[in-house]
Each structure stands twice: as C-alpha cells, then as structure tokens.
C-alpha cells in the first residue's frame, strides 16, 4: 500500500483514478439491447484517451514514469492498473496503451515481475 502514509494516500488516488477510469464501461455489462451497448462501447473508447493521458501523467509524478506510480516499489496501484488493461478488454474495448510510452512500460513491466507471470499463467479464465 506504500511505505509511509503520504504513499499510501498517493496509491489511493491512483486507484480511484482507475476506478474512475473503468465505472463508464460497468453498466455495459448488463445492458441487454446490443445497439445500446455498441454505443456504450463507442463512448467509452472516446473517453478513454483522456483517462490514459492522465494515468501515464501520474506515473510520471513518481521517477519520470519508469518505475511504479508510487514509491520505488510495487503497490497496490500498480496491480489495479495492470488489472485494468486484462479487465479493460472483457467489454470488447481495447485501451491504446502503445500510445502512452510510459503506461506500455509499466504494464510490460508488471507483467514480467516473476510472480505475476506465475500468476497470469495458472489463473482462471473469467469472462466479463
């Protein structure tokens, strides 16, 4: 969660940054009018820059970006973050992460850390 308590609020903000970032996209789950969801879909993705642009600005914040978004070591905002870019796609919306150098790093980063990729390889298959 962070080392002191000025990271722990940092990683709190991080996280409710992508909280922010994936409510849009939650009622298309339950939405059953395809069009409607197509919709909800199109408008999230064209929300979506704004939100990216603003995460790769917080990862900056912290080390010019080429580290975590907290601290000199992993938090819970890193792993909501990488969470975000696998759970992201269950809605058929595909975030442009390439285009932000610094979160492409990051996510590259978090998922070759030994134990996430332990994890990414036994974890169960969950649709959204």
């Not at 722990?8 to 994936?22: N, T, W």
């Not at 939405?31 to 929300?47: H, I, L, P, T, V």
């Not at 759970?87 to 919306?93: A, D, E, K, S, Y």
Request: aromatic share 10%; hydrophobic share 35%; net charge negative.
């Amino acid at each position: 969660a962070g080392k002191t308590s000025v990271e722990q609020a940092k990683a709190d903000m991080v996280v409710d940054c992508i909280v922010d970032m994936m409510e849009p996209i939650m009622p298309c789950y339950r939405e059953k009018d395809q069009q409607k969801k197509e919709e909800m879909r199109a408008n999230y993705e064209d929300m979506l820059p704004d939100f990216l642009g603003k995460m790769e600005a917080l990862l900056k914040r912290n080390n010019g970006g080429d580290g975590y978004f907290v601290g000199e070591e992993m938090t819970w905002a890193d792993l909501a973050a990488m969470n975000a870019w696998h759970w992201i796609p269950g809605f058929n919306v595909y975030p442009q992460i390439h285009k932000y150098p610094k979160l492409q790093a990051h996510k590259e980063r978090m998922e070759s850390h030994e134990r996430i990729v332990e994890w990414l390889e036994r974890r169960p298959e969950t649709p959204v």
